[in-house]
């Protein structure tokens, strides 16, 4: 099985900083997208930021300039730096990952728990 790990959400002012993190573990031959989404209540989940194996990285209109993608392959791990929040930022942020678990494997995508994002005015 793979198993996504998101960490890093909270409360915080508007204006702050949050950083997430997302690692991947389990049986995995190698992971192609890995992307940041997020669901506020009563709203369907929406794509924040994604980033491919080899850097691309792919941003929401309304978080260009303020969060940052990145990941570190040999960590199996993503990460959103987000600055300047504000309060209609506040939201479950979800974690994804397209993986193909052996060599031979379809790709699969998986999914994290989420973490809470609250921004305070």
């Known amino acids: 099985q793979v198993q996504l790990v998101e960490t890093g959400g909270g409360l915080v002012q508007a204006g702050g900083s949050l950083r997430l993190s997302c690692a991947a573990s389990?049986?995995?031959?190698?992971?192609?997208?890995m992307g940041w989404y997020r669901q506020a209540p009563g709203e369907q989940r929406e794509l924040v930021a994604s980033?491919?194996?080899?850097?691309?990285?792919n941003y929401a209109d309304f978080v260009k300039g303020r969060f940052t993608i990145s990941r570190d392959n040999a960590k199996s791990t993503a990460y959103l730096q987000m600055n300047d929040l504000k309060p209609e930022d506040t939201a479950l942020y979800y974690c994804?990952?397209?993986?193909?678990?052996?060599?031979?494997?379809?790709?699969?995508?998986?999914w994290g728990q989420g973490t809470q994002v609250t921004v305070s005015s």
């Open positions: 994804s990952a397209d993986v193909r678990r052996w060599g031979t494997s379809p790709i699969q995508t998986y």
């Open positions: 389990g049986t995995i031959f190698s992971i192609n997208v």
């Open positions: 980033i491919t194996s080899g850097g691309s990285t």
